[in-house]
């Protein structure tokens, strides 16, 4: 299966080489180029990428209006992975709430780059946590005065902890270690936990718990 990927960046150069360290791969295959937001969504509407690759500050319409008109779109089908610099890190909350699935730096190695668009491919949200674990912590952080939207009422005791876990950056194997259950029951929880919450990915299940004031900004936890 090849993924297919639309690369928009204002910085000519710096979308060239994106989409030419990319189609190097025969697993990958940049379909689309955009300079602007604008272009980014036509195109994705045109093309039907897998994954968006977005930088956050473009002209005409910014990488994280550009991430919800398309993932909403697509109704889920392409995938927003934001380019992002730690110079940017203020509105790395505000494209998780827009859809975006993950982030990745604009000066990433080629197997970072590769990884990034490999795994926000197969559905899963990008949440490396020397890049967007922190960010999401310091910016939910910001946010969670005002009362939350939602509840978890509707969660078992099992959900809600997997769902804390979850923020923590745990994966499937570490949640399972760490409650002693099997991948298989790990993910089960999973499902019902998303189905339950309305929750696309992991990174909305990273946002939902900061709200929820159940992971609370620089406490990873023990």
Known sequence: MVIRVLVADDQAVVRTAFSG?????????VVGEAEDGEQAVLGAAELRPDVALLDIRMPRLGGI???REIVAASNGATRALMLTTFGLDEYVYDALSA????????????????HAVRVVAGGHALLAPEITGRLIAEFARQRVSAPPKRSIDGLTAREAEVLVLIARGLSNADIADRLTITDHT??????????????RDRAQAVILAYELGLVVAGNSGP
């Open 21 to 29: 360290l990319l189609n190097t791969q025969d697993d990958i295959e």
């Open 65 to 67: 209006d550009a991430a």
């Open 99 to 114: 859809g975006a699935s993950g982030f990745l730096l604009k000066d990433a190695t080629f197997p970072e780059l590769l």
């Open 186 to 199: 790990v993910k089960t929880h999973i499902n019902r936990l998303f189905a339950k919450m309305g929750l």
